[in-house]
């Protein structure tokens, strides 16, 4: 595969890092600290083109490729984590799956605003008692005719207190099991839906994560995704090209906790030298810089393939989990590089140790992503 990248795939990172260090940095410590939204960041994300980034241009979007969209995604990730997630979730997520599934009304009623940006949207899977194992939907859509009645509750929902549509994932017949399962879009402010407390996270704290309850809501006909019982086979296909946009955001949390590492250890003197003197610190930088392009090369093969028409649900799920284990390995190392500063906020080195956890849990733990690749190479 060639990974050299184009003109347009060069300033496209470019214009992604440009903004990551004069829009995203400044704030990134008191947003952590606040658990404050990024609403003004998440703006001009839109009016760059960054939340529809594989949208067709006639909805709104960009036009552009995969391997652009992880571009951006690191480029992000190597600064605010909590943004870039949002940027995935709307893009690889809901904009993706609205435009590969959605009906040319559906397109034309949501899709130019949340590739635009104008709204973001969330996807919502997860339950109390449904993580990895999501074919235990308790949340019930029950076919009235003209309209669903929708009734459960949803956890862990990114972009739950700020999104404007939601495609939420439910039973509708119990009998037929994960084929019995539809994908509805819900708009914020149906009667009956009600949004829960925002979660106190460890890290992506300027991510809004709610907890969403559906009390009857009646959602039209017109709003279920694909045929009846499709929306199992939607959340899975959705979910195959999540990963590579996290697999991307955890690329760029361990790509921005090394060039910090870097940095410090050449500025940093112990013992009358600069630490990277040091054998042990150059080995631990020797060692990420490894990793991080090993976990590169993945990404890039993982959206080449998507991008090429391929199956991808193999390669993104090996990027997701080495890019996930790099994130956490690396920021681990970049902290102990910066010694005491390591551990205190000004060097962002802490924050993006802790945002890295994430990379292992959401859109399929590291177990799952195993239990993937195990059955694709197994069958
Ligand atoms: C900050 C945040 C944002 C999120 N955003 C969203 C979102 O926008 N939309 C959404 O739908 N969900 C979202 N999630 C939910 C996330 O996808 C789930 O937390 C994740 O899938 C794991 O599910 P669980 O928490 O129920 O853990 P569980 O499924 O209970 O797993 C617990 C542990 O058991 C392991 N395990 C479970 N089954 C197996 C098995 N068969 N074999 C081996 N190990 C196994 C898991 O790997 C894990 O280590 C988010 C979560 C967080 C924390």
């Given at each position: 595969m060639d990974f050299k990248l184009t003109e347009e795939q060069e300033l496209i990172k470019q214009a992604a890092r440009d903004f990551a260090q004069n829009?995203?940095?400044?704030?990134v410590i008191e947003r952590d600290e606040q658990q404050k939204f990024p609403k003004e960041e998440v703006r001009k994300m839109g009016e760059l083109g960054f939340?529809?980034?594989?949208?067709d241009p006639k909805y709104?979007?960009?036009?552009?490729?995969t391997l652009s969209y992880v571009l951006v995604m690191e480029e992000l990730s190597k600064v605010d984590a909590s943004s870039s997630v949002i940027v995935s979730v709307n893009n690889s997520l809901v904009c993706w799956g609205l435009e590969t599934y959605g009906t040319e009304e559906q397109k034309e009623k949501y899709l130019h605003k949340l590739a635009t940006g104008e709204i973001i949207g969330a996807f919502c899977l997860s339950e109390p008692e449904a993580?990895?194992?999501?074919?235990?939907?308790?949340?019930t859509a029950i076919d009235k005719g003209d309209h669903y009645l929708l009734n459960g509750t949803k956890n862990w929902?990114?972009?739950?207190?700020?999104?404007?549509?939601y495609l939420v994932i439910a039973q509708t017949d119990k009998d037929k099991k994960h084929r019995g399962i539809n994908a509805l879009i819900v708009e914020k402010g149906m009667e009956g839906f009600e949004i829960g407390p925002k979660e106190n996270k460890?890290?992506?704290?300027g991510s809004d994560t709610h907890s969403l309850l559906f009390n009857d809501v009646k959602v039209p006909?017109?709003?279920?995704?694909?045929?009846?019982?499709?929306g199992f086979k939607f959340a899975m296909k959705t979910l195959a090209g999540g990963r590579i946009g996290i697999a991307a955001q955890a690329l760029g949390i361990a790509a921005g906790a090394y060039e910090l590492a870097l940095k410090y250890s050449k500025e940093r003197k112990a013992f009358g030298t600069?630490?990277?003197?040091?054998q042990a610190i150059a080995f631990k930088l020797a060692d990420m810089h490894t990793q991080i392009q090993a976990a590169r090369l993945l990404v890039y093969q993982a959206a080449k393939e998507k991008d090429n028409g391929a199956n991808y649900d193999l390669s993104g799920a090996m990027a997701k989990l080495y890019a996930s284990q790099v994130a956490m390995e690396t920021t681990v190392e970049a902290v102990q590089i910066h010694?005491?500063?390591?551990?205190?906020?000004?060097?962002h080195v802490e924050r993006l140790m802790r945002d890295a956890k994430i990379t292992q849990i959401y859109e399929g733990t590291s177990e799952i992503q195993k239990i993937v690749i195990s059955r694709s190479i197994l069958k």
């Open positions: 829009e995203l940095l400044p704030g939340l529809g980034m594989m949208v709104g979007g960009s036009g552009l490729d993580g990895s194992d999501a074919t235990s939907q308790k949340t929902i990114t972009n739950g207190g700020t999104a404007g549509v460890l890290g992506i704290r006909k017109e709003n279920r995704i694909g045929e009846d019982g499709f600069e630490i990277s003197n040091h010694g005491g500063n390591g551990f205190v906020k000004d060097y």
